[in-house]
C-alpha cells in the first residue's frame, strides 16, 4: 500500500512537472484571478487609458499589375435609336486676320532650373534628370498614379479615349492652328486645353507642333487691347475667358517668357470687365444683368492666370468678388439662378457655379455644400440629355471631382463608360444634345471641336494635371538646390 500510494505521488509530481501539468495549472490560477479580482470601476475615480503611440515605418509592397477590364458595354439600349450625326462643317476655312502677317515668337519651354511651378500629384524629389526626363517620368507616372486612385476602374479606358480625341484634333486643326469655321479663338482655346491637360507642351515628342500652332494663333489673334476676340459682341466675351484660361495655363505649365505678356492682357480685359457686384455680362457691359455661365468662363481664365504667377492689380479681390456675386444668387434649395432672381436655375448652372466657388477658394463653404447637394441625384443619360449636356457634364465632373468620395464615384461610374460608349471611331464626339428637338434651347448644334474637348476634359479630370486645380493660396515652387528639383504634385 505504501508503494502504491509513493509511485500515485512519484507519477502525480511527474505529470505536474510536465507540459500538461503547468498548462492546467495556469488555467487553475487564471480562473482564481478571475474569481478575486474585482472588474467593476470604481465611482469615484475616473477612467484613465494609456496610449502608445508607435512610428511604423513604411513599407513597399509590389502588387501584380491589375487584370485588363472588360470594355463598357456599346450595346445600343434602344433598337430604334441611331447615332447622332454632326451637322455640316464643310466649309472652307478662311484664314484669320493678323495670323497671316504674325511673326510667331520662341514657343521653346525653358530650361528646367527656370521653372518655379508645376502642375503634379504628390511631392516627390527627383534628381539628375533633363527637362525631357523628367515631362517623360511625369507623364507616364502621374497618370498611371491618378487615373489608378481617382479613375476606378474606368480610368484605363477613358485614357484611351482621350488619346483617341487628342489624334483626332490634331488631324483636324486648321494650317493656321485654330479649329472649326466659326468662334475659333473660343475653340483654339479649348483644343490647347485639351493638350495641356494630357500634360502635352510645345515640348512633347507626339503632339508639340500641335501646342504650338494653336499658341500660335491664339497669341496673333489677341490685339494691342489684350483682346482675343472681339468682346463688343456675345460670342467674344466667351471666347476672351476661354483664351485667357488657356494661354494661363499654357505659361504655368511652360514658363514660356513670350506667353507671359500676353496672359496678363488678357486678364485685364476680365479685370476690366467685371460688374461692381463681381459678376459678368455678356459683352463686358456694366447694367444689372449678371451672368452665371459667363462668369464661370471668367474665374477658370483669373484662377488660371492667378495660379501661374500672374502680376495683374487687384485679381485677387476680383476673385473674392466674383465669389460674393455667385453666393447672392444661390436659391434656397442649393441652386444657382442664370442671371437674377426671375430666372432658371439648372443642374449645369450650379454645377458651373459650384466649381467657380471651388476655384475662388470657397469649396468648403455653405454654399458650395448646399449646392452638391443639389446635384447629388444628377445623372448622364446620353439618350435622354439635359440642355446643355456637354455643357453641363464638364461642369458635373469638375465639381463632383472637387467634392470626391461616394458621390465622385457614383457620377465616375455612370459618366465614363456613356461617355466611352458615344465616342465616334474616329475618336471624335458629337453633343448628345443632338438627341432634343430641333429648335430647342440647348440643343449644341456645334462643331465637334466643342463636343469633343468638352468630352475629353471631363474624361481627364483625375488627372489634375492643369495648374488650376491647386489652392488659390499655393505658394510657387522653387528649386532646393543643384542637384535636387523639387516637383510638387497636388
Avoid at 449646392?371 to 446643355?388: K, Q, T, Y
Wanted: aromatic share 8%; glycine share 8%; proline share 7%.
Amino acid at each position: 500500500m505504501d508503494t502504491s500510494i509513493k509511485a500515485l505521488h512519484h507519477n502525480l509530481a511527474e505529470w505536474l512537472a510536465g507540459p500538461s501539468g503547468a498548462i492546467c495549472l495556469h488555467v487553475l490560477l487564471i480562473l482564481v484571478l478571475f474569481v478575486l479580482v474585482d472588474f467593476s470601476p470604481r465611482p469615484d475615480e475616473p477612467h484613465a487609458i494609456e496610449v502608445t503611440y508607435v512610428d511604423v515605418p513604411d513599407i513597399e509592397i509590389d502588387l501584380p499589375p491589375p487584370a485588363p477590364l472588360p470594355l463598357p458595354s456599346l450595346e445600343v439600349l434602344d433598337p430604334d435609336w441611331t447615332p447622332l450625326q454632326p451637322p455640316d462643317f464643310s466649309a472652307e476655312v478662311v484664314a484669320a486676320p493678323n495670323v497671316a502677317d504674325f511673326t510667331p515668337p520662341d514657343l521653346t519651354p525653358p530650361p528646367l532650373s527656370a521653372l518655379t511651378i508645376s502642375p503634379a500629384i504628390s511631392p516627390l524629389i527627383v534628381r539628375n534628370l533633363t527637362a525631357g526626363q523628367l515631362r517623360q517620368r511625369l507623364g507616364a507616372a502621374g497618370h498611371a498614379a491618378a487615373g489608378q486612385r481617382y479613375g476606378g476602374d474606368h480610368w484605363e479606358h477613358a485614357e484611351a479615349a482621350v488619346k483617341r480625341a487628342l489624334e483626332w484634333l490634331r488631324l483636324n486643326q486648321n494650317p493656321d492652328g485654330s479649329w472649326g469655321t466659326v468662334d475659333r479663338e473660343a475653340y483654339a482655346g479649348l483644343g490647347l486645353l485639351t493638350f495641356l491637360a494630357h500634360g502635352e507642351t510645345t515640348a512633347s515628342a507626339l503632339y508639340g507642333n500641335t501646342v504650338r500652332r494653336a499658341l500660335h494663333y491664339l497669341l496673333a489673334r489677341q490685339n494691342d487691347a489684350g483682346e482675343f476676340a472681339p468682346t463688343d459682341t456675345t460670342g467674344g466675351t466667351y471666347s476672351q475667358a476661354i483664351c485667357v484660361y488657356a494661354v494661363s495655363e499654357a505659361y504655368g505649365m511652360t514658363r514660356i517668357p513670350s506667353l507671359r505678356p500676353a496672359m496678363e492682357q488678357g486678364v485685364q480685359v476680365i479685370l476690366k470687365g467685371q460688374q461692381v457686384g463681381g459678376g459678368f455680362d455678356y459683352r463686358f457691359a456694366q447694367g444689372e444683368r449678371r451672368d452665371t455661365s459667363l462668369g464661370a468662363w471668367c474665374m477658370q481664365a483669373m484662377k488660371a492666370a492667378y495660379i501661374a504667377g500672374a502680376d495683374n492689380a487687384g485679381l485677387k479681390s476680383a476673385m473674392n468678388l466674383a465669389a460674393a456675386d455667385l453666393k447672392a444668387v444661390q436659391r434656397d434649395d442649393g441652386r444657382f439662378y442664370y442671371t437674377g432672381r426671375k430666372s432658371r436655375a439648372t443642374d449645369s448652372l450650379t454645377a458651373a457655379a459650384v466649381l467657380g466657388l471651388q476655384l475662388m477658394g470657397h469649396g468648403r463653404t455653405a454654399a458650395v455644400r448646399r449646392g452638391l447637394d443639389a446635384l447629388h441625384n444628377a445623372r448622364c443619360d446620353w439618350r435622354n440629355p439635359p440642355a446643355w449636356p456637354m455643357y453641363a457634364w464638364y461642369y458635373m465632373a469638375q465639381a463632383k471631382f472637387h467634392q470626391g468620395g461616394s458621390n465622385w464615384r457614383q457620377w465616375n461610374n455612370q459618366f465614363v463608360p456613356a461617355c466611352i460608349g458615344s465616342q465616334n471611331p474616329d475618336g471624335s464626339w458629337v453633343s448628345a444634345g443632338l438627341a432634343l428637338l430641333s429648335g430647342t434651347t440647348g440643343r449644341e448644334n456645334y462643331h465637334p471641336v466643342y463636343s469633343t474637348t468638352l468630352a475629353a476634359l471631363s474624361l481627364q479630370v483625375y488627372y489634375r494635371l492643369l495648374p488650376t486645380f491647386l489652392p488659390i493660396d499655393k505658394q510657387k515652387v522653387g528649386i532646393e538646390s543643384d542637384d535636387d528639383i523639387q516637383i510638387e504634385i497636388l
